[in-house]
T-cell receptor, first 113, second 116 residues
Framework: AQSVTQLGSHVSVSEGALVLLRCNYSSSVPPYLFWYVQYPNQGLQLLLKYTTGATLVKGINGFEAEFKKSETSFHLTKPSAHMSDAAEYFCAVSGSTGNQFYFGTGTSLTVIP | GAGVSQSPSNKVTEKGKDVELRCDPISGHTALYWYRQSLGQGLEFLIYFQGNSAPDKSGLPSDRFSAERTGGSVSTLTIQRTQQEDSAVYLC??????????????FGSGTRLTVV
């Protein structure tokens, strides 16, 4: 079975500061891991994903995440926050059947000017 | 179409009424997924279609929920005898082939259902 835990339902950072959103997963098979972003009144947009290969993956809008198997983590980072980064962020792990995501409960990011 | 289209974007219904939510996936995407997003919670998987068949409907919460897909394209999620706990945003997503959970889905903007 797969599951995802996102630590911190709300994170606030100052504009220009480091963004760190935490995600830990549980999976009985090699995981595929994803981060999605949801802006108000919109659907989810894929930020980045890890399937195989390089453990540090880069996504859109300057975000990146590192897969750490030993820590079962896939934390999302961005060196310098922009006001436009304010949104809800979801971490997800794919299911063993390959057709279903298990999502975390989301982290709401606020950027303070 | 260029993206996943869902209609209506907002729906307010009275308790006990039936509702139909529509999803029009990206042209050529054979896989289609329905998720439910309740306030303060993550996304809950409802059902997965490959073509017109639903190999995984394990997430449907009760027999009041049903979904169909015709012509390998448009899907309709029907909720009968709606209850207040059905209030949520219903998200549809599609992917090419059955590898959505590898390649990632494309999500629609969702239908916000409010049961009063």
């Amino acid at each position: 079975a797969q599951s995802v835990t996102q630590l911190g339902s709300h994170v606030s950072v100052s504009e220009g500061a480091l963004v760190l959103l935490r995600c830990n997963y549980s999976s009985s098979v090699p995981p595929y891991l994803f981060w999605y972003v949801q802006y108000p009144n919109q659907g989810l947009q894929l930020l980045l994903k890890y399937t195989t290969g390089a453990t540090l993956v880069k996504g859109i809008n300057g975000f990146e995440a590192e897969f750490k198997k030993s820590e079962t983590s896939f934390h999302l980072t961005k060196p310098s926050a922009h006001m436009s980064d304010a949104a809800e962020y979801f971490c997800a792990v794919s299911g063993s059947t390959g057709n279903q995501f298990y999502f975390g409960t989301g982290t709401s990011l606020t950027v303070i000017p | 179409g260029a993206g996943v289209s869902q209609s209506p974007s907002n729906k307010v219904t009275e308790k006990g009424k039936d509702v139909e939510l529509r999803c029009d996936p990206i042209s050529g995407h054979t896989a289609l997924y329905w998720y439910r997003q309740s306030l303060g919670q993550g996304l809950e998987f409802l059902i997965y279609f490959q073509g017109n068949s639903a190999p995984d409907k394990s997430g449907l919460p009760s027999d009041r929920f049903s979904a169909e897909r015709t012509g390998g394209s448009v899907s309709t999620l029907t909720i009968q005898r709606t209850q207040q706990e059905d209030s949520a945003v219903y998200l549809c997503a599609s992917s090419y082939g059955g590898q959505g959970a590898v390649d990632g889905y494309t999500f629609g903007s969702g239908t916000r259902l409010t049961v009063v």
